[in-house]
């Protein structure tokens, strides 16, 4: 037997049911909101991802599936959202129109990560990106959207935490001060971290190594090195966050995986999740439009992690099963032709149908309307069919009454009111 691949999976019905109400409630937000849906290609150029995520991140380093095409060219399947969206707003120069644009997409990522609870090599994202607005305003409506959406769904342990990076000027002095607080710990450091403490020592934060961990307790943060403009920034998000009343910590060792970020950071965390807690993560990335060849426009967002969302939120007590509003017992060829033709009618007017097309005895489908809870039964014997006439069962009452079936749609419809 063919199976899946390691750390992908499918989503069957019974927890789709969850996945839809995610995204319909996520959806309905962004756009009353004032965000436009955006749909980019799974597969881009992998510089694009190389250029925009970090040649030293972890993401760019091991994680990504990459592979030449038959012309040779490098392509990546998307291991995040942000970069794809970037491309785009630059390709089809949005920002000549109005460099304020707004958009949220809803789709799957690839990393080839070890496959683990919460971690898997194809998983889905809710991204939000604003283009031309650098207000610190800005950042907090994204914050207080994501937690909405939380609420919303009925999440209930979710925590915000929020730091800044700063900007390449704050970063200067904070690395030099990181770099010897590094040199200083080398013996506690993984493999990776030592070579990172090197090239790229803010990665060094976001190792999840316990020795790691341990090692960077005392580090030096990045809010103590902000410059006067990104201090003000900062100071205004957790202002406005305070306004709408969203309660956050802030955790000033929080970096994000990917090297685009500037000034805010954020990350929504819920203990529930156990290791793989962090359920969503965004910020500040005012310099990538630039770096990617657009014009100097700041921008900020975030991404969702749908898989570990479905496992929170409070949707999950709920229950989605669609049971059959009708189910239509046929008793022979006439019959069966006859059910037929009203079951395409029945689910037309927004009468969920059921019918049975197998030449089974009354007692089996009957059987079956039972076991997929049919609200009603109807019965199409050859005996009613020649009085020209159906029998309706109310499954609930067992109460059962002769309908004739003349008009039998709107006779129904009538009868059952929905
Ligand atoms: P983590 O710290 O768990 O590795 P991350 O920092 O790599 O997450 P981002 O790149 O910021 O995650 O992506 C945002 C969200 O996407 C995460 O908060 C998480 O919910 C989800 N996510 C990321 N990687 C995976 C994965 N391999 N499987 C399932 N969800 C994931
Ligand atoms: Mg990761």
């Not at 490098?74 to 644009?101: F, G, N």
């Not at 934060?205 to 990104?230: F, H, Q, T, W």
């Not at 910020?283 to 969302?309: H, S």
Request: charged share 30%; glycine share 6%; proline share 4%.
């Amino acid at each position: 037997m063919i199976q899946l691949i390691r750390g992908f999976k499918d989503i069957l019905p019974g927890e789709v049911e969850i996945w839809q109400n995610i995204e319909k409630t996520a959806r309905l937000l962004f756009e009353d909101f004032g965000f436009k849906e955006i749909r980019l290609p799974i597969l881009e150029r992998t510089e694009l991802f190389a250029r925009s995520i970090g040649e030293d991140t972890d993401i760019v380093e091991k994680e990504m599936y990459t592979f030449p095409d038959k012309k040779g060219d490098l392509i990546t399947l998307r291991p995040e959202a942000t970069a794809s969206v970037v491309r785009s707003y630059i390709q089809h120069k949005m920002y000549a129109k109005d460099p304020v644009q707004k958009f949220y997409s809803i789709g799957p990522m690839f990393r080839r990560e070890r496959p683990q609870k919460g971690r898997y090599r194809q998983f889905y994202q809710i991204n939000a990106e604003v283009f031309g607005i650098d207000s610190p305003f800005m950042d907090a409506q994204l914050i207080f959207l994501a937690v909405k959406l939380f609420s919303m769904l009925e999440v209930t342990d979710a925590k915000l935490h929020i730091n800044s990076l700063g900007c390449p000027k704050c970063r200067l002095n904070f690395k030099e001060s990181l770099s010897a607080f590094l040199s200083s710990a080398t013996e506690k450091l993984c493999q990776d971290c030592l070579r990172r403490s090197k090239k790229n020592p803010l990665r060094v934060l976001d190792c999840k190594n316990s020795s790691c961990r341990e090692a960077m307790v005392g580090a030096p943060a990045i809010i103590n090195y902000l410059c006067p403009e990104c201090s003000q920034h900062f100071e205004a998000v957790k202002y406005a966050l305070e306004k709408v009343e969203i309660p956050f910590v802030i955790d000033k060792h929080l970096v994000r995986g990917l090297d685009y970020y500037t000034r805010t950071t954020f990350e929504i965390q819920a203990g529930s999740l156990g290791a793989q807690n962090a359920v969503a993560g965004g910020g500040r990335y005012d310099a990538l439009v630039k770096t990617l060849g657009g014009p100097d426009q700041p921008a900020t967002g975030f991404a969702i992690g749908i898989d570990r969302l479905a496992e929170i939120t409070g949707l999950r007590n709920k229950d989605f099963t669609q049971k059959p509003d009708i189910y239509i017992v046929a008793l022979g060829e006439k019959s069966r032709s006859l059910a037929f033709e009203w079951s395409c009618n029945f689910g037309l007017e927004g009468i969920r149908p059921e019918m049975d097309l197998s030449n089974r005895s009354l007692k089996s489908q009957m059987k079956r309307a039972n076991r997929l809870k049919a609200s009603y039964v109807l019965i199409a014997g050859d005996n009613e069919l020649e009085e020209g006439s159906v029998i309706l069962r109310n499954m609930t009452s067992k109460k059962q009454i002769s309908i004739p079936i003349e008009s039998l749609v709107e006779k129904i419809k009538a009868e059952i009111k929905l």
